[in-house]
Nanobody, 127 residues
Framework: QVQLVESGGGLVQAGGSLRLSCAASGRTIRYYAMGWFRQAPGKEREFVAHIKWNDATTYYADSVKGRFSISRDNAKNTVYLQMNSLKPEDTAVYYC????????????????????WGQGTQVTVSS
Protein backbone atom coordinates (compact mmCIF):
# COMPACT_ATOMS: atom_id res chain seq x y z
CA GLN A 1 0.00 0.00 0.00
CA VAL A 2 1.53 3.26 -1.12
CA GLN A 3 1.91 6.11 1.32
CA LEU A 4 3.03 9.63 0.41
CA VAL A 5 4.05 12.02 3.18
CA GLU A 6 4.65 15.70 2.45
CA SER A 7 6.72 17.99 4.65
CA GLY A 8 8.42 21.35 4.50
CA GLY A 9 5.45 23.68 4.46
CA GLY A 10 5.21 26.74 6.66
CA LEU A 11 4.82 30.48 6.85
CA VAL A 12 7.09 32.62 4.68
CA GLN A 13 7.16 36.23 3.56
CA ALA A 14 6.54 37.15 -0.06
CA GLY A 15 9.72 36.74 -2.05
CA GLY A 16 10.94 33.92 0.16
CA SER A 17 11.57 30.26 -0.56
CA LEU A 18 10.48 26.88 0.70
CA ARG A 19 11.35 23.33 -0.28
CA LEU A 20 8.65 20.72 0.02
CA SER A 21 9.47 17.04 0.27
CA CYS A 22 7.31 14.02 -0.51
CA ALA A 23 8.57 10.74 0.91
CA ALA A 24 7.06 7.60 -0.57
CA SER A 25 6.70 4.17 0.95
CA GLY A 26 5.13 1.07 -0.53
CA ARG A 27 6.01 2.25 -4.03
CA THR A 28 9.38 2.60 -5.73
CA ILE A 29 9.05 6.01 -7.31
CA ARG A 30 11.91 5.31 -9.70
CA TYR A 31 9.28 3.75 -11.97
CA TYR A 32 6.57 6.33 -11.41
CA ALA A 33 5.82 9.78 -12.64
CA MET A 34 5.08 12.16 -9.76
CA GLY A 35 3.14 15.36 -9.44
CA TRP A 36 2.42 18.28 -7.13
CA PHE A 37 -0.97 19.94 -6.79
CA ARG A 38 -2.29 22.65 -4.51
CA GLN A 39 -5.64 23.72 -3.17
CA ALA A 40 -6.46 27.12 -1.74
CA PRO A 41 -9.56 27.69 0.44
CA GLY A 42 -12.71 27.77 -1.66
CA LYS A 43 -10.87 26.76 -4.82
CA GLU A 44 -10.45 23.55 -6.74
CA ARG A 45 -7.29 21.51 -6.54
CA GLU A 46 -4.94 22.68 -9.26
CA PHE A 47 -1.92 21.26 -11.00
CA VAL A 48 1.47 22.68 -10.06
CA ALA A 49 4.23 20.44 -11.44
CA HIS A 50 4.95 16.99 -12.85
CA ILE A 51 8.08 14.94 -13.38
CA LYS A 52 8.28 11.97 -15.71
CA TRP A 53 9.57 8.64 -14.49
CA ASN A 54 12.18 7.97 -17.13
CA ASP A 55 14.05 11.05 -18.24
CA ALA A 56 12.99 13.47 -15.50
CA THR A 57 11.30 15.78 -17.97
CA THR A 58 9.31 18.34 -16.03
CA TYR A 59 6.11 20.29 -16.62
CA TYR A 60 4.73 23.29 -14.74
CA ALA A 61 1.62 25.35 -14.44
CA ASP A 62 2.07 28.75 -16.06
CA SER A 63 1.52 30.43 -12.69
CA VAL A 64 4.67 28.84 -11.20
CA LYS A 65 6.91 28.47 -14.24
CA GLY A 66 10.32 29.97 -13.63
CA ARG A 67 9.79 30.07 -9.86
CA PHE A 68 9.15 26.44 -8.86
CA SER A 69 11.24 23.38 -9.62
CA ILE A 70 10.28 19.73 -9.21
CA SER A 71 12.97 17.11 -8.77
CA ARG A 72 13.35 13.56 -7.57
CA ASP A 73 15.90 11.52 -5.61
CA ASN A 74 15.18 7.93 -6.50
CA ALA A 75 17.71 6.66 -3.96
CA LYS A 76 15.72 8.36 -1.21
CA ASN A 77 12.36 7.56 -2.81
CA THR A 78 11.53 11.23 -2.44
CA VAL A 79 10.25 14.01 -4.67
CA TYR A 80 10.86 17.69 -4.00
CA LEU A 81 9.27 20.98 -4.92
CA GLN A 82 11.59 23.95 -4.63
CA MET A 83 9.54 27.14 -4.46
CA ASN A 84 11.25 30.49 -4.94
CA SER A 85 9.96 34.05 -5.22
CA LEU A 86 6.83 33.05 -3.39
CA LYS A 87 3.73 35.19 -3.70
CA PRO A 88 0.67 35.49 -1.45
CA GLU A 89 -1.37 33.77 -4.18
CA ASP A 90 0.80 30.66 -3.71
CA THR A 91 -0.85 30.15 -0.33
CA ALA A 92 -2.49 26.72 -0.35
CA VAL A 93 -2.27 23.17 0.87
CA TYR A 94 0.25 21.38 -1.34
CA TYR A 95 -0.18 17.71 -2.20
CA CYS A 96 2.09 15.25 -3.92
CA UNK A 97 0.56 12.52 -6.03
CA UNK A 98 1.45 9.45 -8.05
CA UNK A 99 -0.34 7.81 -10.97
CA UNK A 100 -1.58 4.25 -10.59
CA UNK A 101 0.66 2.71 -13.24
CA UNK A 102 4.40 2.30 -13.44
CA UNK A 103 6.04 3.80 -16.52
CA UNK A 104 3.09 6.18 -16.95
CA UNK A 105 3.60 8.78 -19.65
CA UNK A 106 0.09 10.07 -20.23
CA UNK A 107 -1.68 13.25 -19.28
CA UNK A 108 -0.60 14.82 -16.02
CA UNK A 109 -2.46 18.04 -15.29
CA UNK A 110 -5.70 16.61 -13.94
CA UNK A 111 -6.14 15.19 -10.47
CA UNK A 112 -7.83 12.24 -12.23
CA UNK A 113 -4.44 11.22 -13.64
CA UNK A 114 -3.28 10.22 -10.13
CA UNK A 115 -4.47 7.58 -7.70
CA UNK A 116 -2.25 8.06 -4.66
CA TRP A 117 -2.15 11.29 -2.64
CA GLY A 118 -0.41 12.56 0.41
CA GLN A 119 -2.15 14.32 3.27
CA GLY A 120 -0.89 17.73 2.21
CA THR A 121 1.30 20.40 3.75
CA GLN A 122 0.22 24.00 4.34
CA VAL A 123 2.13 26.82 2.67
CA THR A 124 1.26 30.36 3.73
CA VAL A 125 2.86 33.37 2.07
CA SER A 126 2.41 36.70 3.81
CA SER A 127 2.52 40.00 1.97
Amino acid sequence: QVQLVESGGGLVQAGGSLRLSCAASGRTIRYYAMGWFRQAPGKEREFVAHIKWNDATTYYADSVKGRFSISRDNAKNTVYLQMNSLKPEDTAVYYCASPALQFYSGTYASHRDYDAWGQGTQVTVSS
